[in-house]
């Protein structure tokens, strides 16, 4: 509906200043109306066609812009849950993610999974993301509202999220731990193949 609102009115001028101009170049008597009035009414339909256009891009990348915030601050929401992930596989020598990586990067989420395929966290890591988790809970839920304002299919995979998060939390055993990181991480997986 909001396309139609810019296209529409984008549509008529350019239909009528097509019109116009088809009758201001075939030969006709010579009229004030034909010499005077037509050629600026085409040029009229021209500058509210281009103007309707450009307010119609400036609109649209603010709205792309205004959708990658949110689209960020939700992902930034979990990024210590990651960063605790990340570390709990690293290699001895190996160096973390940085935490724009870990905010932005979809390709990361399946590194941790092959990660968490291959080898488990050990203990102390996994009470450390156990803990990340409850605290990161509130605020995930929170943002429930924020995730509806980019889809209804956004917020459904945020509130399995969110649901993958508490089960984490309340898990009192390797096994549960294991599987809410990776129900969460599948999770986030299907939520960034969203676009925004």
């Not at 549509?11 to 008597?29: E, K, Q, R, S, T």
């Amino acid at each position: 509906m909001n396309r139609l609102v810019w296209v529409a009115p984008m549509v008529l001028f350019g239909v009528i200043g097509v019109g116009l101009w088809l009758y201001f170049i075939n030969p006709a008597p010579s009229n004030p109306f034909h010499d005077e009035l037509v050629p600026e009414l085409v040029v009229f339909c021209i500058e509210g066609f281009i103007l309707l256009g450009l307010l119609s891009l400036i609109q649209r990348s603010r709205e792309h812009a205004r959708r990658q915030e949110l689209w960020l601050s939700l992902r930034g929401s979990f990024r210590d849950l990651l960063s605790l992930l990340d570390i709990a596989f690293l290699d001895p020598e190996g160096e973390p993610s940085p935490s724009k990586e870990l905010e932005t990067e979809p390709g990361v989420i399946d590194r941790l999974l092959s990660d968490l395929d291959e080898r488990h966290p050990d203990l102390d890591s996994l009470v450390a993301i156990k803990k990340e988790a409850e605290e990161t809970l509130s605020l995930t839920r929170d943002l429930v509202a924020v995730a509806a304002q980019l889809s209804a299919t956004h917020m459904n995979w945020w509130i399995a999220i969110v649901d993958s998060i508490r089960r984490l939390s309340e898990a009192t055993d390797r096994r549960g731990m294991e599987k809410g990181i990776h129900e969460m991480l599948i999770n986030i997986r299907e939520f960034d193949r969203l676009e925004f």
